[in-house]
């Protein structure tokens, strides 16, 4: 690592990834605030904040002149900060399960996540024990590596803790070595046009996406997008329910469903939605979207048009394309948990920067992506949040300086059908004045297989 981050210093220049589909000399979109604001300085996490966020700003006011979309600090950290910031009734969110977390193994430190009841049955499976109590002790007594791949392959998620040289040395490392930020496999090359902003102004009025995402990244998208002026529509698997306070964090300003995708008439139902979207939003693993016929370059040959962003966990080539992963679970494996660790072992980012920050990713490569239906346009593009730490991980380190700050706080509060919920707003400016959420999280699933234009 050469450099080092100032407190003016500018923001990072992640605007540049959107070229392939943007072209170059685009404007970076206006911000404010203060560069630098998080206590731990060890890596540049606003940096990647303030950049992903400008990355999708600045592709907005690109493909919608007028739009005048920008961002500053105190907006950029309450969006990162939602979960945290998020109350339902006055309360806080859950957020992690019992066993969910870092575990002292026979050789380091292991993380686990299982949070989904799913990846709970399927850890406790690949160790043989029932229960909790009974998990800590077998995880005790096995190396870290043994863990890793052992609740892999049994449908889990865990990752050993590796130092940046350990993880740079392995297999999966070596595969993203050339992985940009965001790769656009493909993009049509016709000059768009400009799409005039429709619906009460807002620049993505008129827009049709479809969400096929969970967790975090994925539905981060969705909902900025949304609150952009975007139609969209999230569906998922029946069998596989969100977690409610995950759900009530990502909601905003975006329409819940559910349909069975492998087969029957929800599967061909959600074909024709596709044939009318503008943006389809993937979050699902390459085996798993191969099986359903929904590929990126099996959409992008049905559908000839549409704005494809597909996002992963460990990119889509390599031996760990297919294994499952979050946020906490990359920061272990790639050598950030190390880079935190304390006396009392590992640690994190001060926020889950790789969802957010591939979330703006996604939203800005969709919008740089857009074209108007009766012309000529579309493309691929794709992103993984181990590519996200990897540029997290190439950013210049910070110097000092600056350290905490108390920024504006930003809460919002609405009463629903949920009774009252605190919550951040959009991370974005429009016009100067804070972008808002123009609706709340539905309930989930409630919502009907439609467009709303429809």
Known sequence: MSGSVQGAAVVPELLAALGPALGRGVAPANRGGPRIWWADRRLDVEGLALGSVQALASAVNARVPGARIGLDAAGVAASFDSFSRLRVNGRAPTAFAPLSG????ADGWVRIHANYPHHEAALLRAL??????????????????????RVSAAGGVAAAVRSESAWAATPGARALADEPWIRFDS???????????RGGGLPLAGVRVLALTRVIAGPAAGRILGALGADVLRID???MPELPDQFLDTGWDTRSAEADLREGPAAGRVRELLAGADIVLLGYR???????GLTPAELARDYPGLAVVALDAWGDVGPLADRRGFDSIVQAAVGIADLYAS???????????????TGMGMAAAAVALLRDREGEGGGVAHLSLAATAHALLRL???AGGEGLRDLETRERVLSGAEGSLTYAPPALLRR??????????PAYGSGTLRWLSE
Do not use: S, W, Y
């Open 396 to 398: 210049p380190r910070p």
């Open 187 to 197: 993009v049509n090359r016709a000059m768009p046009r400009p799409r005039p902003a």
């Open 237 to 239: 698997p029946p069998r």
């Open 286 to 292: 390459p085996r798993g979207l191969a099986a359903l």
């Open 128 to 149: 043989g024990v029932d229960g909790a109590r009974a998990a800590r002790e077998a995880l005790a007594r096995l190396t870290a590596g043994e863990i890793e791949d």
């Open 102 to 105: 870092f575990h002292e193994v």
């Open 343 to 357: 006396g009392a072992g590992p640690g994190a980012l001060p926020v889950q920067a790789l969802d957010h920050a």
């Open 432 to 441: 100067g004045a804070p972008l808002e959420f123009r609706v709340g999280p």
